[in-house]
């Protein structure tokens, strides 16, 4: 029996909020399409996420994973590999 390698859960987004120790919020995008009037518009959520080291900073844009419960309401860890920076260009 062969087994097969589990894809996870994963999002984009931009993180809003670092207040906290080693959680940041991440809101997440994603664009949907009225039914009816067949209109696009932006569906957006946000998700605390796991961010060891306090690595990402607000305006950073990331890669989020599903993995375990970390606590009540973190279920998603921060992918460094996949972060992209927001440049801060100084004068």
Do not use: C, W
């Not at 999002?11 to 949907?32: E, I, L, S």
Request: without cysteine; proline residues 3%.
């Amino acid at each position: 029996m062969e087994t097969k390698p589990s894809l996870k859960q994963t999002f984009t987004g931009t993180v809003v909020k670092t207040a906290m120790t080693d959680t940041a919020t991440v809101r997440v995008d994603r664009y949907v399409k009225n039914a009816k009037y067949k209109k696009y518009f932006t569906r957006s959520k946000k998700y605390l996420v796991h961010n060891p080291g306090n690595v990402a900073q607000v305006g950073d844009t990331v890669t989020i994973v599903a993995t375990r419960p970390i606590s009540k309401l973190k279920s998603f860890i921060i992918d460094v590999t996949k972060t992209v920076s927001a440049g801060k260009e100084t004068e």
